[in-house]
């Protein structure tokens, strides 16, 4: 296997490298690698890990995958991704995302712990990793290639916007991490709340609920502003939704959703506003929630990111707004002591966004 994985390495350089003379290869290396990719994946993604040099096999053919859907021409894509295959591949490619979570071995199995026991600490670690060394990272590669194609508004954005429309689902998935209502959720509503797919050998109803629906919330944050098609808006999402995610639990991916949509809000200045209100509370009781200070003052730059962005591209601060901003300051301040004691730059920060 080391050898396939020199050798699949090398084509994915010469592709890159000499795009020009490697045209009339293209379509036979990614007929090549896609079935690769699916014989390597196994039957479920639980059987997708195991083994680094599998894993660097199977990251090397989605990044090939990634790199041709992003040079090459709209007529070669157009007749490789079919409806079909992209109605298999697209859900495929989600439940990698957190594919180390699913995998049955110990490595794995410490993960979910890990997760189980210290969330915050485990989203930092989880934060590091690149395409160039794991599987979710590479399958995020292949994702947002796809999604920039010309094509995607027809077969992959009316199915990713039409998962994030089921707010009973979302729902459910939000009680079951908070831990709130929990008990009342029956296996039932669990198996149906779950976004993708279910099955027995990927853990328990509850994590796989948990992390499929993470999956969906990463896929539309690479999609952005692409989604706001048909039904689907993203205010309309976040007052259902994101907003009360944020109230509800001390989430640091609802905080990572919140960041990524603001770039798209732009030339939405009634988005920005209706955003601002109730996120501006939520992300303090988020930052007082976390252990560690990197998420802390990243919650605290965000808030200071808000309103810039709001004062640009909306107008004036109101009153209700301005309390809500101001008020949790003082105590930031004087808190700020010890290995805390950066929160003061973030309080300062916030000061002069508002003045």
Not at 113 to 130: G, V
Not at 143 to 150: G, R, Y
């Amino acid at each position: 296997m080391e050898l396939l994985c020199i050798q699949s390495n090398f084509i994915v350089e010469l592709h890159a490298t000499h795009q020009a003379s490697f045209k009339k290869y293209v379509e036979s290396f990614l007929s090549l690698f896609y079935e690769s990719y699916i014989i390597s994946i196994g039957e479920n993604n639980c059987e997708v890990s195991g083994c680094a040099a599998k894993d660097r096999l199977i990251i090397t053919f989605l990044q090939f995958i990634a790199n041709v859907t992003s040079s090459s021409d709209d007529a070669l894509m157009a007749s490789f991704f079919t409806p079909s295959l992209i109605q298999s591949l697209v859900p495929q490619l989600l439940l990698l995302f957190p594919s180390h979570m699913y995998i049955n071995n110990d490595e794995s199995e410490q993960d979910r712990e890990y997760w189980q026991d210290n969330p915050e600490a485990f989203f930092l670690w989880d934060a590091q990793k690149s395409s160039e060394d794991d599987i979710g990272c590479s399958a995020q590669n292949l994702f947002m290639a796809l999604i920039e194609s010309s094509w995607s508004k027809d077969h992959i954005i009316p199915w990713l916007a039409g998962l994030l429309t089921n707010v009973k689902a979302q729902q459910v998935c939000i009680s079951v991490e908070a831990r709130s209502d929990a008990t009342s959720v029956t296996p039932e509503s669990l198996i149906a709340s779950i976004p993708l797919s279910y099955n027995k050998s990927c853990g328990n109803m509850e994590q796989q609920l948990i992390l499929q629906w993470e999956a969906v919330y990463i896929g539309a944050g690479l999609a952005g502003d692409i989604l706001e098609t048909g039904s689907f808006t993203f205010k309309s999402w976040f007052e259902s939704i994101l907003g009360p995610g944020l109230e509800l639990f001390a989430n640091v991916e609802s905080k990572t959703s919140l960041e990524t949509l603001l770039p798209y809000c732009e030339d939405r200045p009634d988005l920005l506003q209706s955003l601002l209100e109730p996120s501006i509370p939520a992300l303090y009781a988020l930052a007082s929630h976390c252990n560690y200070l990197e998420n802390r003052t990243a919650c605290l730059e965000l808030v200071s990111t808000f309103i810039s962005f709001v004062k640009v591209f909306a107008g004036e601060l109101s009153p209700v707004v301005l309390n809500a901003i101001a008020s949790p300051l003082p105590s930031i301040w004087d808190d700020a002591i010890d290995q805390n004691l950066l929160l003061k730059r973030n309080v300062l920060g916030i000061v002069s966004c508002v003045a």
